[in-house]
C-alpha cells in the first residue's frame, strides 16, 4: 500500500508520524534528522516535508526506542521503501 492510502487509515488526526527507510538491521530517518516529525492530518492536506514521499511503498511499523535522542519519542514510525532517482525516472 502507498502512504498517501495509508495514512488515511489512520484515525487520529493529531498523530505525530516520522518515515523511516530500513536499512540492514537499524532504521534511518527520511530526513537529515529524527527531530523531523509531521501530524497526520498536516500530511493529508498539504504533505508537508513528507509530500515526496506520499507514493512511496508502506512496510510497515516500526518500535524504535529513542533514549534521549529526539524531542518526539512517541512519534509513529512508519517504514517505506527507498525509491532511489534511478526508479523515479523509469516511471
Known sequence: MKLNK???KINCDNALIRLVYETGDKYEPVTDTWEDVSTV?????WGGRYKNYLNN??????SIQMK???THPEAINIIIKNISKKEE???
Open 6 to 8: 495509508f495514512i488515511k
Open 41 to 45: 492530518s498536516f500530511l493529508r492536506q
Open 68 to 70: 534521549n535522542r529526539i
Open 89 to 91: 525516472e523509469v516511471k
Open 57 to 62: 511503498k508502506v512496510f510497515g511499523l516500526a
